[in-house]
């Protein structure tokens, strides 16, 4: 039998601008996909929709720790620049890859 209680929750480690440490949890599909879908739209036409989605997106992935820390998209959008989002953005799918390709 397959008992998928017994996996190992490997967690991303995140110091936030407000100087809180949290341990970001893997994603769950949604997520993963909206912020994936998202961060491949980057383009001149990215507009202030596409902005208030990755800003969701964002806040809904970093929300999802082990403190039961809440970053609001308001948090996001005056915590982060293009560059610094663009950073945290890499380093977390970075992250997801090499969850998803080693075993527990």
Do not use: C
Not at 67 to 83: A, L, M, T
């Amino acid at each position: 039998m397959y008992d998928m209680t017994n996996l190992m929750t490997r967690y991303f480690k995140v110091k936030l601008k407000n100087q809180k440490i949290i341990d970001v949890e893997p994603p769950k599909l949604k997520v993963f996909r909206e912020i994936s879908k998202l961060s491949k739209t980057v383009t001149d036409d990215f507009g202030e929709n596409e902005i208030d989605q990755l800003t969701e997106a964002v806040s809904l992935a970093l929300s999802k720790n082990k403190q039961h820390y809440k970053v609001s998209k308001e948090q996001i959008e005056s915590w982060f620049n293009y560059d610094e989002l663009y950073d945290l953005l890499i380093a977390y799918f970075t992250w997801v890859s090499e969850i998803t390709t080693t075993k527990n």
